[in-house]
């Protein structure tokens, strides 16, 4: 009798929970088994995540338009068209603090020490989730040090099973071409690639006379195989950017650009107990050049009229890991060795003068690091972690060596409804190599005794609450930072005296309405101290993500605040966008996405030398965009 | 006692939640023995069977695929054994398909679940009507 009242009541359950059910759960099930909730490294710090679905409704194709929305960082654009972060109310960020990985690679070049240089405007069809991590130190990922560390992983065969065309054009006459095909073959190979290309038609603006465009043409190829525990990537990633205003002041841009190729291959093999071997190769190039209009000018200085900078740069990188848990404790250690090999050929050519001037010189660095890292439960809801790395840097070519060692220190907790984690990080960030080389002429102010960036103290914090829908966060972070390298006119790179202390909060509440769907509201701000306003000091996030039957809808409103750069006033900005896909079938969706919709978003201001002038960072426009899975 | 500090911890400080994937397979196994108070079930795969063993009472996790009532399969390819099998993947499905009663599987990027009419009828599974909407012939 028993087993049929079970019988018959599982019977009811199953009809209640499935039925026309079915479909809800399994996209329930869909959302709650992002991969993010496997990769994520709450050891590694305060860490926001672009999950697979709302990169998918946000309708997100290339990098930027997924990093202008991370609270706090303000993704803008140098003047030679290159996208830079700042932070709330200081300049642009040192280039070395952000490194940036496609699943375990690091894609830093050598020469400048970032990979946003080539890879900041980057596709992401081919990227199921991003994590943006703040105020990170690097030593749990077991790579060189950076204060951000964005994260992105690629599809996967084992999810992917099958392939997506993807194409896209905007009403400025922009396309986008997108392919990629997963398959896991009955041998046991599985294989993932993927093919892009691109042309990005940016709005040209007229200043004294000249044009400035910011065009862009990009082309990328990356490929995974993997069987059993044997897995490698390779990529190759091309691009051609207009230069924008170009070199320094005075920006009378008249062509130019940047050309850029970023190749790679990294293997891994897992070895027993938890061990695993990568050896890893990037070869890259980066031709700038810069071209300008001065007829019109008379000026009592030599300003350079064509400036033409190429750099090659060889990463050669072997790394062995290894995970213990022993009973309470779990250990995660590892070496690395890297070389880097940097060669340089600038030509320049200077207003009033019809002879060149031509530097070419090279630079080496032997990189080997030691990293441990540990982590202890007090309870299954609390734990302890704690890391150590050293880095030793060998440098030839009469820069000097150091060698410097990042200390780590954090509490984490989370039960149903609170969440808490704190880190303390005391380390450093590394000279880019193109600031300690600068060959016989020396046209870049490179100084080969620059010391890295010392951080003395950088103290994060994120406090969750969630209960039903609602859920607020709170992330603050204080950094004490000292030997900050400077650029100065008369004597090029240098290290500057005196500490840099900065701090910054984020609010943040969110209301899902379903497991998928959410309205999130942050605002954050920033100071520095002693104080500046090179940039907004505060802003306010607004971002919507909902979907209704076959309709999905995003929305964002990002309004940065008013800043006052020289004596130029920029009001507070107002980025609006909107993507809405609808989904005529499971496999094929056709959709639209309004970029800077009210045409009143972030505007960069830049010295030149008769004042301060802004452009636009982000064009208003609007995608058309089709999906069809296959 | 360690066994559940690995797996726990993982959970609690992650983030991770597999509701409605337990929901799932809780409502698959009855699905196909809504009368057994206990069904014993193996797996291939590790991490499937971490997760079986969190599942309660109703569930048991054998060692071996003989003594299983049902199999969920993800990596085994030739295995000879007239049991239900729910198929993680969908080559294994394929290969399986006259005793794969349940395909539940990734692709193209969204989990897909079926039911093989073949299989079906073979272990005299019945359906309730709106689930007849996930029946396949062949996969």
Redesign the interface.
Known sequence: M???W??VL??F???G????D?GK??E???I??DLS??T?K?TAGVVDVFT?DMLERMQAHTLSDVLKNVAVLNYSRTARNVTLFTKSSVGFFPVSSVRLYINDHDMTSASFGSALLIWGDMPVEQIDHIEVYKGASSNEFGNETGSIIIRLYT?TP?????G?ARLMVDDAGSYEGHLYYAH?A?SGWKTFFYGEKDYIQRETFEYHGCDVRSDKHGNLLQATLSRGDFRVEMGRYAKKNDEFLGESPPYRPDGGGLDAKHAYIHMSYRLPQQTKLTIAFDDLDYHRQSEKALDSLTLPFPVTEDFSSKFRDKIYTVQLEKSL?V??W?FFSGIFYKYKSFESETNLLQFGSDYPVKDSYEGGLNLYSFYVEGKY?LT??S?LAASLKIDRSDYSGGVNDYTRSILRAGY?Y??GTW?LKFFVTRGYLSVPMYQLYGGEENFIGANPDLEPIDVRFLGTADLGWRKGGHEVDLQVAYSDTDNQVVYRASQGFVNMDGNNRYRRAILRYTYHWN?ADFTRISWYGGAKSPAVHLSPDYGVLLESFNSFGDIDLYQALHMRGPYTLGDTHFDASWDYTVAVKYHLT??LSIGLRGENLLNDGFVQGYQDLDGVVGFPVYDQKIWLNVEY?F | MRLLWVVLLPILLLGATDRAEKQIYESLITLIYPQREVVKVWSDDENRRAFLAEMGPRVRLVERPQMADLVVLRHTENLQIDRPIIAERYGILKRYRERAVVGFYWKKGRPHLIFLESALRHFNIRLSDELRAYVVKRP
């Not at chain 1, 929970?17 to 026309?20: A, D, I, L, R, Y």
């Not at chain 1, 084992?158 to 099958?162: A, K, M, P, S, V």
């Open positions: 028993k087993k049929i079970t019988g599982g019977l359950a199953v009809s929970v499935w039925g026309e079915l759960l399994l329930t099930y869909r709650e088994s909730k496997i994520v709450e697979r599809k084992e999810r992917d099973e099958g997506k896991t009955e848990d009973g309470r779990h439960a299954p809801s734990a984490l989370k039960d969440s497991p499971s496999d899975l």
